[in-house]
C-alpha cells in the first residue's frame, strides 16, 4: 500500500542498514513537491535509475512555509508525502521538520545525494556528508521553463484572464 512507503526517521534508517547489509545502493533527494508535475516526474526517475532504492526527504509544511513563504504549502505534507509514495520511481518518503534535510541525511547515510540541476554539487545540502564517506553527490539536469512557481504564474493567469472575462 501507499502509505507503507511513508516512513518514520527511525524506520527509514532501519531500512537503509538492511539494504546496506544486501548491498543495495541507496539514493537521497528531497524537496517540497508542493505541486507535482512532469519535471519532478523526470528527475526522480533519473535519480532513482542511479541505484536500488529511493528515498525522498520531504519538507513539512512548517518547512516549506519558512522556505517559500505564505500561502504555501498549497498542499498539505500528508496529501503531498502520499502522492509522491506514489510514484513508482520513490521507494520511501520521510518527512523532516527542519529546513534542510541534513540530519537525516546524517542517519541515513545515502550511497548518491541528488538534486536538481539548478543546485552545484557542492551547494547541496549534506554533500559534505555523503561525499566523506566516498558517497556520490549529482546535480540532475534540469527542466527549463517546468516549475512550480511556473504552474502558479500560469494558474493565477488564468483565473485572472476569468475574472476579465466576467
Known sequence: MIKDKIKSWEEAAHLCDNFRSQGKKIIFTNGCF?????????????AKALGDILFLGLNSDDSVRRIKGSPRP?????????????????????????????????????????KGGDWKPEDIVGSDIVQGYG??????????????TELFFKIAAAFSDKKSEG
Do not use: M, N
Not at 82 to 97: K, N, R, T, Y
Not at 135 to 148: A, C
Open 34 to 46: 508542493d505541486i507535482l508535475h512532469s519535471g519532478h516526474i523526470q528527475y526522480l526517475e533519473q
Open 74 to 114: 498549497i498542499v498539505s505534507e500528508k496529501e503531498r508525502a502520499f502522492v509522491v509514495a506514489g510514484l513508482q520511481s520513490v521507494d520511501f518518503v520521510v518527512i523532516f521538520e527542519q529546513d534542510t534535510p541534513y540530519e537525516l541525511i546524517r542517519l541515513l547515510k545515502p550511497d548518491i545525494l541528488v
Open 135 to 148: 558517497g556520490r553527490v549529482l546535480s540532475l539536469p534540469y527542466l527549463e521553463g517546468i516549475s512550480t
